[in-house]
């Protein structure tokens, strides 16, 4: 127990990253799907299903913009950065959900929003964080 909280406590910056590490940890299976969340004008929508490790990430508008799960697990991305952004995207068009999926350690606490992205990847709007474990 000592190791996976000196492992948690290393890995993951914050204490909300390695507070839910250490509730998951006690349960036979401690993956969690996450909320869907929208950006604030309905948009753009995601969701984590954790089994499967898939991102479903929705695009509910045709406004020239796509739309993108943008998530982070909580290891620096090296010095004193912040955690290292991924991006799932939906490029499909105005209308259309689809899913993305990724191969993910189990059990790893992760955080998200929905956001729509221009065509460079730059954010515009995207909802409040949440969080899911792998």
Same mark, same amino acid.
């Given at each position: 127990?000592?190791?996976i909280?000196?492992?948690?406590?290393?890995?993951?910056?914050?204490?909300?990253?390695?507070?839910?590490?250490?509730?998951?940890?006690?349960?036979?299976s %401690?993956?969690?799907?996450?909320?869907?969340?929208? +950006? &604030?004008?309905?948009?753009?929508? #995601?969701w984590?299903?954790?089994? /499967?490790?898939?991102?479903?990430?929705?695009?509910w508008?045709?406004d020239?913009?796509?739309?993108?799960?943008?998530? %982070?697990?909580?290891?620096?991305?090296?010095?004193? +950065? &912040?955690?290292?952004?991924?991006? #799932?995207?939906?490029?499909?068009? /105005?209308?259309?959900?689809?899913?993305?999926?990724?191969?993910?350690s189990?059990?790893?606490?992760?955080?998200?929003? %929905?956001?729509?992205?221009?065509?460079?990847?730059?954010?515009?709007?995207c909802?409040?964080?949440?969080s899911?474990?792998?």
């Open positions: 127990m000592r190791t909280l000196r492992k948690a406590s290393f890995a993951f910056a914050g204490a909300a990253a390695a507070a839910t590490l250490i509730i998951g940890a006690g349960t036979a %401690a993956s969690q799907d996450g909320p869907k969340v929208e +950006n &604030p004008n309905g948009s753009a929508s #995601a984590f299903q954790a089994n /499967g490790d898939t991102f479903w990430v929705g695009d508008k045709k020239g913009y796509s739309t993108a799960a943008v998530w %982070a697990v909580m290891t620096p991305c090296g010095g004193l +950065n &912040p955690p290292c952004p991924n991006f #799932a995207p939906n490029k499909k068009g /105005g209308g259309t959900g689809v899913p993305v999926k990724y191969d993910l189990e059990n790893l606490p992760l955080r998200y929003r %929905a956001c729509t992205v221009d065509k460079h990847n730059n954010l515009k709007s909802s409040d964080l949440t899911a474990v792998s």
